[in-house]
């Protein structure tokens, strides 16, 4: 959409015309949030960068590549090595196989829609989402992230750039707490193994826990005691959101250079994310022959230890949405603990390291990214409590 946009139309904003986005060129390698600047400072959203003139071995991602290989390495492996391989060997290569087997539609749909929203500029975003801060705005963000369909790791790459394309830090928080595992899909899947009843029980709670977080949020901020999103931008008053959108979506040319120009976008923007989150697949991959992932679903029951231990479970066990509902059932069912199951479901999102990592670069604060465990974790164990107590 950045290819139709007149500037003359939100030159007002803020009294400057708006930068031109990244077209074909010398620069055409760069997102909006990777130009400027120099190079030796690190990019908030591209991952870290290194002066131009630097060995070449520096200029080498190591946490993309280096964690990358290992996960190639390792799903190509565990099509030749059984489970029983001495030092956990095939444990490990066939548990990286089962997280990529489950997370890579997630990732390749996230991807795209980074992609998507990478050409959308920031006025647009602002006007879906809403201007203003608020409860308005926050049930939108809530409402986007049940709607969007994609596991937790898809959904970060979207958080993340609506971020930089200047939504609130609460907006983004009710966001991912919305997203995890209430999208479509996976709403009919706890459905199926939990009940329908316990899937509105879990999906009305999970909401409020979202809209409560990003109220929070933005209180804080309006407290001084959080800094706004320094991409955050003001609307005109007569900006109509959906009438400039239709008139570019009718401009817009999808031709093989919009594909392209897409795809491009979608791999340059999805750096910062996918680093972690193979970093993530790893370390989880590592913890899973340690720590087998069938001890927390069975032995922790309704009690408050066991709330506790579901928590810690929940930390230190990175899987995706997809891989958590059924875990998530095993403890409604055969450890017959409710709250543990919501808790096993809510803080593995809210407690995500690598959720945790990309939030504190996208933001350039480690206090920004700590806020989503800080705020949303007692709201879960709570009502992880009461949910056991009535169950």
Known sequence: ?????????????????????????????????CDGGEATEASSCCGPTVATDAPAWRRIDWLLWGSGGIIALSYISGFFLTHDEPLGLGAFTHGVQEMMNL????????????????????????????????????????????LLDLCNHGVLMVGAKLYERGASLGQVFAFLIASPWNSLSLTIIIGVLMGWGWMLTFLVISLVIALLTGLAVEALERSGRVKPNPSRIDLPADFRVWQEAKIGLCATRYDFAFARDVAR??????????????????????????????????????????????????????VCSEGSVPIAADLLTRAQAPGNAFTFLMAGAATDYTEIFVLREVTRRLKAALLLPILTVPQVLVIGWVLNAAG
């Open 1 to 33: 959409m950045t290819n139709y946009i007149s500037k003359s139309k939100f030159s007002a904003i803020r009294g400057m015309d708006l930068p031109e986005e990244p077209s074909q060129g010398a620069n055409a390698s760069h997102t909006s949030c």
């Open 103 to 146: 997370m890579w539609w997630g990732i390749l749909v996230g991807m795209l829609a980074v992609g998507l929203i990478d050409r959308v500029p920031r006025e647009f975003v602002i006007g879906v989402i809403g201007r203003d801060q608020g409860a308005k705005s926050l049930v939108r963000a809530v409402a986007a992230g049940v």
């Open 265 to 318: 976008r979608s791999v340059i923007a999805s750096r910062m994310v996918l680093r972690w989150l193979f970093f993530g697949v790893v370390l989880a991959s590592l913890i899973q022959v340690t720590m087998p992932t069938e001890i927390f679903a069975t032995w922790f029951g309704a009690t408050l230890l066991g709330l506790f231990t579901t928590l810690v479970a929940a930390t230190i066990i990175e």
